[in-house]
């Protein structure tokens, strides 16, 4: 069974405290390496925490630009030029990033030995922003201070498994079934379309994890973290400073849980911790009064998302 | 006593490895509080390193625009807006930085509760560009690709102890001591100028700290360290990749340890070690063939400059 994993990086807010780091997760999803967000000192953080992969990361998506989400980027993509990286690196952000890359890039003295592919984030609206082999990504709006997106990972099961009955029921030749494994349908002699769920048995839902950093409390979230398996929505805040939260445009944990029992998910990991908590167990508490699968993203901590 | 210190967060080349962090040192001058070169994580450095104190800097000096020596400034403007700090905050830096901030300033989303005052380093010669009542800088160039800046700190000795016996034989009222314990000269009633050197007592002499990184060997930087109580040199390779270091505008261990010598200096700290090597007593061992009082700039340490 292949990997679908969320190491956590950094689950702080924008001041680093507490030995804790500002945002950035590690996910695993087949053998690909994504990252998601960047704050400052992100490519230390995977020098230093296990099962992660400064190297290997083909995609990383930026859900705005504040600088606890960001400002470990340069660096990174620095690092990996010096490494002598030569595969794509996929970066998906807000248009402003392009020219802050652009001019440190500039400044570094010498091209990177590989290739950025910038992806702009969409303004307004959602939309399928990335579509590989092994994974896609859907974007949508959170509701924070300046454009904020959140995203929607989810896996892609490759080689469904066949219903050999009805392949010997349509006659369908062994040339055809490899198509078939990945997702065809297939036209019999007499031109008749038989669909691909006939042809296959019903195989595992593939795995989904939606990130969700920093937004204020809002259900238009609702449609697209819809019975995920694994979401991420932030909670800089508590109970007791709910009034903040909403002026800062985050959420408390009791907030989040909120959403995440909406939609009905499998798992809500918390994070994004305001500085003036040293110890964090607080928010674990209220989220679990509304939403018992709270759980916090807790720093070098990997989440798997198993197969069901 | 005053302290005059100097406490390294990072001392590690380009790529963070082996634990170490990129270039960035904290110094202590009176009551000042000093930052030379702010690699990625520096903020997080100044939390975590004993005897520095991310709220007082008042001085930041990037010594040129590479990313190891630069990349955390953003985030600790940010940090410091954060804190709510109100002093103004002195950069000095070569030009492109400006614009840098300006746009990653922007992105913030808010102003800064602080006044940035930016110092453009000069891209030629050698300049006096900071001049305060505890201390002054000169730069000067170093020999590295594109413009680079050496540091050269030097604390101001207030209140010179006074030479009674001379105010005496001058007849110096008391309303003028003070003016000559500033250094002031002293006019008598017939118009005669009494050099301040014959009114006050050889004292102390003002302690010494130079910051030179990157640059590969090169004498024309003498003049500017000679008899210097402390120097700091870089040397990223050891005598093993000489070739190299010419190659890449580095220095070598043994170069550095070589014009410590010629310029006579107290001390001399290396550092800026190449992610080669894991460990980093071969540095100091070949600095030491060459000059005796040579020692690795080992992050957390702070070394005092001491008065005689």
Known sequence: VSEFSITILGNNSAIPRHGRHPSAQFLKIGNQSILVDCGEGTQKRLRDVPKTNLFQISHIFISHLHGDHYLGIV?????????????????????PLQEIFRMQIELMGHALPYEIIFHPLPLAGDALICDTAQFSVQTFQLDHRGPTCGFRFEEKISNKKINKEALEKYEVPIESWNDIQQGGDYTTKDNVTISNSELTLKGPKPRTYAYCSDTKYTETILPFIKGIDTVYIESTYTDKEEKLAAERFHCTA????????????????????????????????????????????????TFQIELW
Chains 1, 2 share one sequence.
Do not use: C
């Open 75 to 95: 660096g990174l993509i620095s690092s990996l030029g010096l490494m002598r990286k030569t595969k794509p690196l996929h970066i998906y952000a807000h248009e």
């Open 254 to 301: 009791r907030q989040a849980a909120t959403l995440a029992k909406k939609a009905g998910v499998g798992r809500l990991l918390l994070g994004h911790f305001s500085s003036r908590y040293k110890k964090v167990d607080i928010y674990q508490k209220e989220a679990r009064e509304v939403f018992s699968h709270s759980e916090i993203a807790e720093e070098g901590k």
